[in-house]
């Protein structure tokens, strides 16, 4: 009774606050800097198709073992990296590239880190059948023997799962993973208070000294470009990187500009995982990078000090979003 009567005031209390527009202060507005995101015409998002996405994402029934899943190494708390240097496949062969974070997917043209996969579709099949080891057809006769999967997708599809349906309703819900209002897209609104000091030092030399504008522009800080910066110098067998999908000379060893919204969460940084924290990162590029032959002319030694660095750091921990992650049930 006596809580009833507590929520009913706070209800009414925000009301009233609604009515007198003071809401703004206590909840601010989702900030978006990022353009409306575009679905492919055959494949719109609904929210069943989403949360049925959700499912299939943590479900180790997706795998050849039955053991791994799509969030075995893509796990939201690490924005949606796994925090390891190189990870094993279900077939136990270890990957040769770091997971990347999978943040605003959605608005890339081209996927994975050398950029082969020209759809999102094409490149889920590919993660379904390499990374877990799945037989997509074997896959998704299995989900069609589970009640709560087969109604799913029936409302969904009109159909039970199959390897098409089960890739686009993946896709369907990376698409919904985008970083956006995060404290810096509150700042630029004008939300007094929303980052420090050090972060609006920090973003004035992202954009002059450091001259990282150049890759990671707003407002998706890095999208579909591909660089050198000198990572594979010296390694026994360089990655060849995008060379292997367009064998132009300017690309060897050039690898995907990644985007650096919710960069914070993903450590460690880089195709070969070889920063170990986002100070590392930030201190190797504002280093000009090491001296290969093939490293882009575009990045170059930028004078930052470690004080520098370190608003650097704190800018980009600003970038940061905050929408919450709820673990689903599995049927
Ligand atoms: C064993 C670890 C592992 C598992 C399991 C895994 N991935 Fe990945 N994922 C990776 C690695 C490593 C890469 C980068 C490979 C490369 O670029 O060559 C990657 C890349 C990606 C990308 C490309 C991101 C970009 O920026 O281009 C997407 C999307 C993705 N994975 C989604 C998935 C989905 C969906 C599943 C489940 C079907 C999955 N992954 C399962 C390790 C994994
Ligand atoms: C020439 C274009 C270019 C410039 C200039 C540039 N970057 Fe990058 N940045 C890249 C590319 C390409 C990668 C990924 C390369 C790889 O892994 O091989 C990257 C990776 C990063 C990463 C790691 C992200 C992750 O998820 O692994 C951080 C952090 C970063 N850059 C910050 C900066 C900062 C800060 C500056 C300015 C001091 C800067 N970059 C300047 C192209 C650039």
């Known amino acids: 009774m006596k809580l009833r009567a507590v929520a009913c005031l706070a209800a009414a209390c925000m009301l009233v606050a609604c009515a007198s527009g003071d809401a703004v202060k206590t ?60 990870s094993r496949k ?14 605003n997917v959605g608005y890339q043209h081209v996927w994975y880190w050398d950029g082969r996969a020209p759809t999102l579709d094409l490149q889920i099949l590919a993660a379904w059948r390499g990374q877990l080891g799945a037989d997509p057809a074997k896959v998704a006769a299995t989900l069609n023997g589970v009640d709560g999967y087969r109604s799913q997708f029936v409302a969904v599809w009109r159909t039970g799962a199959t390897p098409d349906n089960v890739v686009e309703t993946l896709a369907a819900f990376l698409r919904s993973l985008v970083s956006d209002n995060s ?93 170990a924290t986002l100070k590392d990162a930030v201190r190797y590029m504002a280093g000009g990078g090491k001296p290969d032959p093939d490293k882009t002319p575009i990045l170059q030694p930028t004078g930052l000090s470690e004080a520098e660095i370190d608003q650097i750091v704190a800018f980009l921990k600003s970038l940061s979003s905050t929408e919450a992650w709820v673990q689903p049930a599995l049927p």
């Open 90 to 103: 279900d077939d136990g062969k270890l990957n040769t590239r770091h997971t990347p974070a999978l943040y």
């Open 183 to 275: 404290p810096w897209d509150r700042h630029e609104a004008g939300e007094a208070g929303a980052v420090s000091v050090d972060a609006i030092a920090g973003e004035a030399l992202f954009a002059g000294k450091g001259r990282c504008t150049t890759c990671h522009s707003p407002p998706y800080y890095g999208n579909s470009t591909f660089f050198n910066i000198g990572l594979e110098h010296g390694k026994t067998n360089p990655d060849p990187g995008r060379y292997n999908v367009n064998k132009l000379d300017e690309n060897r060893s050039a690898f995907k500009t990644p985007t650096l919204r919710s960069v914070a969460q993903s450590a460690p940084y880089f195709h070969d995982g070889s920063a």
């Open 27 to 86: 909840r601010p507005a989702a900030i978006s800097k990022l353009p409306p995101l575009q679905h492919p015409v055959d494949n719109p998002s609904t929210p069943e198709k989403v949360a049925l996405g959700k499912q299939l994402f943590t479900d180790p029934r997706l795998s050849g073992s039955g053991k791994l899943s799509c969030q075995s190494c893509h796990y939201r708390h690490l924005g949606w990296g796994d925090a390891l240097l190189l």
